[in-house]
C-alpha cells in the first residue's frame, strides 16, 4: 500500500530565509508526486509535479528514489508562501496505468514571518 | 468559468441519517473524485468517477456510494452517519482519468454528524 508522510506539522521561518517542506513516500511501483497548496480561505490547487520538472512561485521538488523523498524547497521564503502544503502520490492500477487517485499526506502549515 | 462548484456549503445530521453531496466538474472535464478530509488529516480518496463509470474506490465501507450523471456531474451519498463521517468532503475534476490531468478541487462540503 502507498503512503506519504510530511514528518513536520509546522514549520515557520523568516521572509528571505530558505525553506524546505519534507515529503517522504512509500510505493513499491514507479511513483509520480505532486506537491499541493492550500492557502487562506483558498481551494486546493497543484503548485507543481515531479515529471513537470518546473519551478512554480520560485518552487522546486526533486524526486529522489534512493531516499524515496520529494521535499519542496525555495531559497528566499516570502510572506505570501505562507500555507498549507500536502504532498500526494499517485497510484496505479494493476496494469501500471495511473489514475488520478492521489494519497496525501497530512500536510506541513508554513508561516513566513517579516 | 466558477470552477468546480459544490453543494451545499454545510450540513448538519443526525447518526443513522442518509445525506447526499453533490458537485459540478469544470466544463469539459469528464473525471470527478471525492475526497474526505477528516481535521488535522489530508484527504483521503474515495471514489473516481469518469465518464459515468467508477474508475477506483478507496477503502470506504459500502454506506458509501457515488455516482455521475450524463452532465458529469456528480453526487456521494453516504447511509448511516456515524460520528466519524463529520469531515471535509472535497470534489475533484479533471479533463481525464489519467494523472497528467491536473485534479481541480471544490470547496468542499462540511459534513458535521451529531
Known amino acids: 500500500a502507498q503512503r506519504v508522510t510530511q514528518p513536520e506539522k509546522l514549520l515557520s521561518v523568516f521572509k528571505g530565509a530558505p525553506v524546505e517542506l519534507k515529503c517522504n513516500y512509500s510505493y513499491s511501483g514507479s511513483p509520480e508526486l505532486f506537491w499541493y497548496v492550500q492557502y487562506s480561505r483558498q481551494r486546493l490547487q497543484l503548485l507543481l509535479r515531479h515529471i513537470s520538472r518546473e519551478s512554480i512561485k520560485g518552487f522546486t521538488a526533486d524526486l529522489n528514489k534512493g531516499e524515496t523523498s520529494f521535499h519542496l524547497k525555495k531559497p528566499f521564503a516570502q510572506e505570501e508562501d505562507s500555507a498549507m502544503y500536502y504532498c500526494a502520490l499517485s497510484s496505479h492500477n494493476a496494469g501500471g496505468t495511473s489514475y488520478g487517485k492521489l494519497t496525501f499526506g497530512q500536510g506541513t502549515i508554513l508561516t513566513v514571518h517579516p | ?114
Do not use: M
Open chain 2, 1 to 114: 468559468d466558477a470552477g468546480v462548484t459544490q453543494s451545499p456549503t454545510h450540513l448538519i445530521k443526525t447518526r443513522g441519517q442518509h445525506v447526499t453531496l453533490r458537485c459540478s466538474p469544470i466544463s469539459g472535464h469528464k473525471s470527478v473524485s471525492w475526497y474526505q478530509q477528516v481535521l488535522g488529516q489530508g484527504p483521503q480518496f474515495i471514489f473516481q468517477y469518469y465518464e459515468k463509470e467508477e474508475r477506483g474506490r478507496g477503502n470506504f465501507p459500502d454506506r458509501f456510494s457515488a455516482r455521475q450523471f450524463p452532465n458529469y456531474s456528480s453526487e456521494l451519498n453516504v447511509n448511516a452517519l456515524l460520528l466519524g463521517d463529520s469531515a471535509l468532503y472535497l470534489c475533484a475534476s479533471s479533463l481525464g482519468d489519467r494523472t497528467p490531468y491536473e485534479q481541480y478541487f471544490g470547496p468542499g462540503t462540511r459534513l458535521t454528524v451529531t
